[in-house]
């Protein structure tokens, strides 16, 4: 990784120093600028994780240590709490020695999901979404003058590297204005009994709101060669009746049609949540859209083995072969910047730094 000094663009882009760790620059809010930019700093290896239970054994830790991330996305649940318990638990999740550790040594960007939220599945109505917005961009060192401080919720976007190695990761928020699940009979299959939510096919019905809409709009149209686009919540993975963008089959739809539309390539979706980790793959688009499921880090329901769970037996007709992991784990991204041959490889990574799964894919292929 390269570092450097930050650079500003006019309207639509700004400087700033990294999201987190020592010696962070304030900036001059501007609520009409999207992206965060730090042109000398190329990132080749970007760390990913979610589902970190406060009060469960996090030997995981080690593995992010030793594969020294440029960047560690935490990407949702990263707190385990309720409504009226978030700031005792974020206050003990973030006293221990991993957080710690990370916060002191990398760059860290963070948003959240419904356990950091508010309670379990929490939505828009949730009473505490503002005090967990605080604490999520307080916790992981959010500058005050950085842009997502200057709207409600915490999505935002930061673009790494000069041109031909521009890589954009735009943050998604998908708690804060999202609407209610529509609920049905838990009659998923395979497994019996697994999901609870069906398809809600009404129009008004949101997951990011009309001003993160406006925004996610404007960040896909700047120039970038890799995007990671983080939600908290699977996007292509739509059949299983957990949560996920299929629960809002118009909001998913009006993803895909953003991203096409915007002529944003490179894109590669990053989720969590449902406490394992895979693959999936939508061939029906412009060019293939892959979802890298990362998850969980901490969880009792983690194996130790990486066997097959209630969980990683829902359905997913999207499904990598191959590609699923249910132990302790994070996910990563290296990028090797060689121009046209620019590759961009996935990984599953379990305790003591094992290599669980790996798919290699031409950033050429995203376009």
């Not at 130790?304 to 191959?322: C, H, K, L, M, Q």
Request: a positive charge; hydrophobic letters at 35%; charged letters at 25%.
């Amino acid at each position: 990784m390269k570092i450097g000094t930050p650079v500003v663009l006019a309207v639509a882009l700004l400087s700033s120093a990294c999201s987190s760790g020592a010696g962070v620059q304030d900036l001059k809010s501007d609520k009409n600028k999207i992206s965060v930019v730090h042109s000398e700093t190329t990132l080749e290896k970007i760390g990913v994780g979610s589902c970190l239970h406060q009060d469960r054994p996090q030997p995981i830790w080690e593995t992010v240590f030793d594969r020294k991330p440029d960047l560690m996305l935490m990407i949702g649940d990263n707190v385990y709490a309720n409504a009226l318990s978030l700031q005792e638990k974020y206050e003990k999740a973030f006293n221990r020695k991993g957080y710690k550790k990370l916060l002191r040594e990398y760059e860290v960007l963070a948003t959240y999901d419904d356990h950091d939220f508010g309670n379990n599945d929490s939505d828009k109505t949730n009473e505490a979404k503002k005090t967990a917005v605080r604490l999520s961009l307080d916790s992981f060192k959010v500058p005050k003058d950085d842009p997502r401080r200057s709207h409600e919720g915490v999505y935002g976007s930061y673009i790494y590297g000069k041109k031909g190695q521009r890589l954009q990761i735009i943050l998604l928020d998908t708690r804060y204005f999202k609407d209610s699940w529509k609920t049905g009979k838990k009659n998923m299959k395979p497994p019996p009994g697994y999901g609870r939510y069906i398809p809600d096919g009404n129009p008004s019905k949101t997951i990011l709101g009309k001003d993160q809409w406006a925004w996610l709009e404007k960040a896909l149209k700047e120039k970038a060669e890799v995007r990671l686009v983080v939600s908290s919540i699977q996007v292509i993975s739509n059949e299983h009746g957990r949560e996920s963008w299929g629960g809002f089959p118009v909001e998913r739809e009006k993803l895909f049609t953003l991203i096409k539309s915007t002529g944003a390539k490179g894109v590669i979706l990053l989720s969590g949540d449902v406490h394992f980790s895979e693959l999936s793959l939508l061939q029906d688009f412009a060019y293939p859209l892959y979802d890298f499921t990362s998850s969980a880090m901490a969880h009792r329901h983690n194996t130790t083995d990486g066997s097959a769970t209630v969980y990683s037996e829902a359905i997913n007709r999207f499904r990598v072969p191959d590609f699923v992991y249910t132990a302790a784990t994070v996910g990563e991204i290296q990028i090797d910047w060689k121009g046209k041959k620019t590759s961009i490889t996935l990984r599953i990574l379990g305790v003591e730094n094992k290599v669980v799964a790996t798919k290699e894919i031409m950033l050429s292929e995203l376009q």
